[in-house]
């Protein structure tokens, strides 16, 4: 029964940057290996940075290396995702996802925030 709230989602300039954070609630919610996903407009859901539960692995899409960056703080029960030059392809719902698995697909996560969206204007 975790539960997963993303906050930080907004409108940004290309070039610009914006930080999400995830606040994890639950029993063993620290344990949990945990990722970013995000989806375009009649896109599918896609893969964006994934991190194990002790911060010790980071793994990102092709796309967004480089650009973002993932981290977690177990004692605040928190990922983040900071996204550095964003592009307007970046602007999506981004969805804040966890389980004890690390993957990239959604079907590896099972337990979903309800997202936050990013706007990138060019």
């Known amino acids: 029964q975790v539960q997963l709230v993303e906050v930080g989602g907004g409108l940004v300039q290309a070039g610009g940057s914006l930080r999400l954070s995830c606040a994890a609630s639950g029993p063993t919610s620290s344990l949990y290996h945990m990722a970013w996903f995000r989806q375009a407009p009649g896109k599918e859901r896609e893969f964006v940075a994934r991190?194990?539960?002790?911060?010790?692995?980071?793994y990102y899409a092709y796309s967004v290396k480089g650009r973002f960056t993932i981290s977690r703080d177990n004692g605040k029960n928190t990922v983040y995702l900071q996204m550095n030059s964003l592009k307007p392809e970046d602007m999506a719902v981004y969805y804040c996802?966890?389980?004890?698995?690390?993957?990239?697909?959604?079907?590896?996560?099972?337990?979903w925030g309800q997202g936050t969206q990013v706007t990138v204007s060019s």
């Open positions: 996802a966890a389980g004890p698995r690390l993957g990239t697909r959604v079907t590896d996560y099972s337990y």
């Open positions: 991190i194990s539960w002790s911060g010790g692995s980071t």
